[in-house]
């Protein structure tokens, strides 16, 4: 769905098109999830941030000042309400970092601990574990960066912009340097599939 | 590069690290390793399809004829010092605004659900409805603008409010 495409889908929407909105919610569902877990949710509280957002954009359909843009609105809305649901959850602890950088604890159900216990899942191995592992392992920053990347479909760079509060500029170095810090990880850890593309 | 109307416009700050990019263009620019993280995203944690659902019927929820009171105020993200809200300590309080109108809630954690208190700025008598994850729940605003129900589930809440002779008001969804 080009930007133009969005735009008209939005626009329809706002007429009452529930096709239109269908259209949305399949392509920015990943998105907005992608956000929440970035921030390392649990099912519940990832699934509250994602139901949140979808009905703040119902209605605010008619008050979205470019509708062509809503893929970043809805990453925007979903940071600020993944941010809300961290700091009211009573698993978290206190924090007063001004940069944002909260330190959270890892819910038990977060997607490390599901993946591991899903041995049936049909995954090309033992190297998508390991290369996950290694993805969960790194340091928060990165780790709610290339989460968000990894949205399905791919989120645009005014969209990852949203999901992360950061200037569109730095994106591209930033993911470079998690990805090389990625890769030095799993080569450390002796697995391959990691090779920068030439 | 410019982002007009973007969200994000007051935190656009350049850098030295700062490149031009098709704001517009896949973030991961076809990395390999991003996309094998990618592929493995997909299916170790896919969207949950229930939530795919209760995304597709938000449609319904719209209020087509309502004002819209934004979040104006949030404790627990604009006071000056954050800090965590634990069941039965201190209650976090949201305010919203459309135009003269401001809803001040107070949510208090009795259980596994909620208790609103509210207060409608100016005072005035009004018929709310609660819209939670379990349902609606209907509350009478007195003459004072005061209103108290309990039960509220946790998750997304909005309030629809009708007053005599006033449009009807919807507050921005907010999880609780």
Known sequence: MES??????????????????????????????SVARGYRLGDADAGDVFQTTW??????????????????W???????????????????VPFGDPAGMEH????????????LDLEQVSLDTDRDKAMWAAFEGLSGRCRELLRVLMATPPPSY??????LNLP??????????????????????????????? | MTTEGSPIDERDEPGQLDELVDAAGDAMAGDPLGEQLRRIAATVDPVPDHLLQLARESFTWRSIDAELAELAFDSVVDSERAVQVRGGGEPRLLTFAAGELTVEVEIIRVG??????GQLVPPRPAAITVRHRS????????DLGRFLVGEVATGPMSLRLRSTGGAAVVTDWVSI
Do not use: H, K
């Open chain 1, 4 to 33: 133009n495409g969005v735009g008209d889908v939005v626009l329809a929407a706002r007429d009452g098109d529930d096709g239109a909105w269908r259209r949305l919610v399949e392509r920015f569902s990943g998105l907005v999830w």
């Open chain 1, 55 to 72: 009905l703040r954009l119902a209605e605010n359909l008619n008050r979205l000042e470019n509708p062509e843009r809503v893929g970043a």
């Open chain 1, 74 to 92: 809805l990453a925007t809305t979903a940071r600020r309400e993944a941010l809300r649901v961290v700091r009211t959850d009573a698993r978290r």
């Open chain 1, 104 to 115: 959270l604890l890892i819910d038990p159900d977060t997607p490390e601990r599901i993946f």
């Open chain 1, 158 to 163: 005014v969209e990852v912009a949203g999901a």
């Open chain 1, 168 to 198: 569109i500029g730095s994106i591209g170095p930033t993911r470079r340097r998690c990805l090389d810090r990625l890769r030095l990880m799993l080569s450390d850890r002796g697995i391959t599939g990691g090779e920068r593309y030439s």
């Open chain 2, 112 to 117: 596994s659900g909620c208790e609103l208190v």
């Open chain 2, 135 to 142: 349902g609606t729940a209907e509350v009478t605003a007195d």
